[in-house]
């Protein structure tokens, strides 16, 4: 029997992770196939408290991984698929062993949304994508295209104006929802072109499967044109990734866990953080800040059961 298990290895994660083994709970980390969460494919992290130049994502990812491990965090690259909240207490399936642990923190993030498009899965990885800093360096001199008109819309074409020849922003408004700074960053860079009022509505490749073009739609017109470019990053939001947990926790239309007090979920012994309960604020220092109340929740729901026995 653990004594905690923390699912994900993002900023939430790792928080609780450092938490918990400070608390001398001996934590282990199921971390899953894509360790290291959202922070680990992004650029520059400006608003990082401590860190006044800003710091790298997969920099910052790394070090509380580090930190984690030198007070005795064990992880793990399993991947969860089902979960049995029980009185006394919960298991859960990694790959394929089932595991009990007195505690359980779910830090299991969000996924990057796709638009639901013909032949998308095909795609990806040539020429669609959600990760500007794992696959812009791929185009080179070419046209590329940026689907959405928040921050990681913003922060993405901006990264790409490094190696694309043009970074066309396409966008559904008139209007982005980025923070003012990075809007301001993106109209003063004149490699980005946006794109309003337009909608993606096909994907077009060439005769060896690679992205060669777009289908646009002008919302507003109807009007129908098609855009030569390389490669299209998706920057349109994330759905939190619960499949594991539907049906046994809390969660709302969207999926997004629900937590009382922060970190707590209706069953006891399960505690929740970060992003996949997160629809509103989604920032790095919040999903720290809420891995560290469900470590320091774990930790009172721990002592109490102690005292009980
Ligand atoms: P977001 O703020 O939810 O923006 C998603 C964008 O995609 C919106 O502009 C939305 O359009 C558009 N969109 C959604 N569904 C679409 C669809 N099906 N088709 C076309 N467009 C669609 O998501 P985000 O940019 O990933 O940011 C998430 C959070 O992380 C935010 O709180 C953001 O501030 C934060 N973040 C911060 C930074 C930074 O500080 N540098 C960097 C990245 C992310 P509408 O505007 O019309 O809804």
Redesign the pocket.
């Known amino acids: 029997m653990e004594k905690v298990i923390i699912v994900g290895s993002g900023c939430a994660g790792l928080t609780a992770a450092i938490y918990a083994a400070r608390a001398n709970l001996n934590p282990l980390v199921l971390e899953g196939r894509q360790p290291g969460g959202q922070l680990s494919t ?1 650029t520059l992290v ?2 990082y408290p401590g860190f006044p130049d800003g710091i790298d994502g997969p920099q910052l990812i790394m070090n509380m991984h580090k930190q984690a491990e030198k007070f005795g965090t064990r992880f793990s690259y399993a991947e969860v698929t089902d979960f049995e909240p029980r009185n006394s207490h919960v298991r859960i399936k990694a790959d394929d062993e089932w595991l009990e642990t007195q505690a359980l923190i779910i830090a299991s993030g969000a996924s990057a ?1 796709y ?1 639901g498009l013909e032949n998308e899965e095909k795609l990806i990885g040539h020429g669609l994508t959600s990760c500007s800093t794992c696959d812009g360096a791929f185009y080179k001199n070419v046209p590329v295209c940026v ?7 913003a ?1 993405e074409s901006l990264f790409l104006t490094r190696f694309a020849s043009k970074v066309y922003l396409i ?3 008139d209007k ?4 003012r700074i ?1 809007q301001d960053r993106v109209f003063a860079n004149k490699k980005i072109e946006p794109i309003w009022n337009t ?1 993606v509505t096909k994907y077009i490749s060439d005769a060896k499967g690679e992205m060669r073009a777009v289908r646009l739609r002008n919302v507003k017109t109807n009007e129908e044109r098609e855009l030569e470019v390389a490669c299209v990053f998706v ?4 759905d939190p990734n619960t499949q594991p947990f539907t049906g046994k926790l809390q969660a709302d239309a969207d999926g997004y866990l629900i937590a009382k007090n922060l970190a707590e979920s209706k069953h006891p012994g399960v505690f929740i953080a970060g992003d996949v309960a997160d629809r509103v ?3 790095a220092v919040t999903a720290a800040g809420t891995g560290c109340a469900a470590a320091m929740d774990a930790e009172k729901y721990l002592s109490d059961l102690e005292s009980h026995t």
């Open positions: 992004t400006e608003n949304r638009l689907i959405g008109g928040g921050d990681s819309a922060e966008h559904r408004r982005m929802r980025a923070s990075m909608v920057a349109i939001g994330h604020y989604k920032q």
